[in-house]
């Protein structure tokens, strides 16, 4: 039963999933090194890191290393929050810059660790359905506005801050050593999905019917 008459949404990698401890576990398995998270400070991988684009495929891709998506470990509490607002809200979406390429993958992941989800609702860089989304931060912006979503989980500042400002909702944005600066006035910064869930909360209350 519908309780909050809203559309809510949530980034995929580095929200749902820790994506950067397995990007790290694989540049130091390519590269015989011993980065951290701290040393991930450029969301670009290639320019993080280093490698041509080559290089970084084939970390996912090579027998016997570990693979992208599918081992990829969910964000704790992530689909605790995620399948407890299920059918409490009007809509959950998932907006990714992923490729249409990574569908199938994607939805596996969200079966293989018990998410609750309308496939119909999880948005590609390509054309899903009738939604759109380009990989920049206006286009994810504007899809979420197009979309009515008045809540929003991210985990790239320069997304927030575009989602915040063009959507005018309040976004949470999951701190990472690569997405530290300014912040829009609607952006919140949290270190967990308990933290989530209570900012959550707090937007939903005069949505409750």
Not at 48 to 73: H, M, Q, Y
Not at 116 to 135: A, H, M, Q, T
Not at 165 to 185: F, Q
């Amino acid at each position: 039963m519908t309780v909050y008459d809203v559309r809510i949404g949530y980034d995929i990698d580095d929200v749902l999933t820790r994506t950067s401890e397995l990007v790290i576990e694989g540049v130091n398995f390519k590269l015989g090194t011993d980065y951290t998270l701290d040393d991930f400070v450029n969301p670009v991988i290639e320019d993080c890191f280093g490698l041509t684009t080559e290089e970084v495929n084939e970390i996912f891709s090579k027998p016997g290393n570990k693979r992208f998506p599918d081992d990829l470990a969910p964000f704790e509490g992530a689909k605790d929050v995620v399948n407890s607002y299920h059918g409490l809200v009007d809509s959950q979406y998932f907006i990714t810059a992923r490729d249409p390429s990574f569908r199938e993958a994607t939805i596996r992941w969200f079966d293989d660790n018990g998410f609750l989800y309308d496939p119909r609702n999880i948005s590609f860089k390509g054309v899903v359905g009738e939604f759109s989304l380009d990989n920049t931060a206006e286009r994810k912006a504007q899809t979420v506005k197009d979309l009515g979503i008045v809540f929003f989980v991210e985990d790239s500042l320069t997304n927030a801050n575009a989602i915040s400002e063009h959507a005018d909702i309040p976004v949470c944005l999951l701190e990472y050593p690569s997405n530290k600066g300014a912040r829009h006035s609607n952006v919140v910064p949290v270190k967990s999905w308990v933290e989530v869930e209570r900012e959550l909360l707090r937007v939903l209350e005069p949505f409750k019917k």
